[in-house]
């Protein structure tokens, strides 16, 4: 059966809701959450955890390795992370956020000597409705004699239109570099599946590396 107009709006309002509160592409979940986020491929291999103790604060602890386009240089990291949401605009049919992250950990190199202490700062705009995202994240990864600046645009649609209990397929392209390890702007295009409260993408470089993310909220 056909749903009308004004049910087809309603649906999707209330997707978009729901697709809001287990954070769509975002770095924390709801208030007393529990997000677990996994970013798997040859040079770059991130997996965190955090815990929203507000709907605009959340505690979290991760690990990193990033590794140089040569394989000659590796980057281990682990630590402590704060996220904030900044600012959100509720949009119509639309919702815009600003998110800040701040962590301190510790950095080992396979050509630095020692560890050292890392700080890394960032932020991440974005944009997104029940078919269309895009978002642009900077952060820095300093140490002494460190500079790993990271950078990454995203951009994409969904298929289709569906329901919160429904698997949504999209179509995703993420542009991101790493100062001082890769040499180019890695290009990635990537097909995305949201369903409830997980998240997952899997894609290939132009490189031909394969890529693999995973988002959980519970």
């Not at 390795?65 to 992370?81: A, G, P, Q």
């Not at 460190?146 to 542009?175: K, M």
Request: glycine residues 8%.
């Amino acid at each position: 059966m056909t749903r009308p107009p004004w049910a087809r709006r309603a649906a999707a309002g209330a997707c978009l809701c729901l697709a809001a509160q287990v954070a769509l592409a975002a770095p924390m979940g709801f208030k007393d959450s529990t997000m677990g986020m996994a970013d798997l491929s040859p040079n770059w291999r991130e997996v965190w955890v955090n815990h929203a103790f507000t709907r605009s604060d959340a505690l979290g602890v991760g690990g990193l390795r990033m590794r140089s386009d040569d394989k000659l240089r590796t980057r281990d990291v682990v630590e402590l992370n704060y996220t904030r949401l900044v600012h959100r605009w509720n949009l119509p049919h639309a919702q815009a956020n600003v998110w800040f992250f701040g962590g301190l950990g510790a950095l080992r190199g396979n050509d630095v000597a020692g560890t050292r202490t890392l700080v890394a700062p960032g932020l991440q705009l974005d944009y997104e409705t029940t078919r269309v995202y895009t978002s642009a994240t900077a952060r820095l990864y300093r140490a002494r004699g460190v500079n790993h600046d990271y950078g990454a645009l995203r951009v994409g649609f969904a298929f289709v239109e569906a329901d919160y209990d429904e698997t949504q397929p999209w179509f995703i392209v993420e542009a991101r570099s790493m100062r001082g390890l890769s040499d180019e702007v890695e290009w990635t295009p990537m097909l995305r599946f949201i369903n409830k409260r997980f998240f997952a993408e899997v894609g290939i470089n132009q490189a031909r590396q394969g890529r693999f993310n995973l988002m959980i909220v519970y």
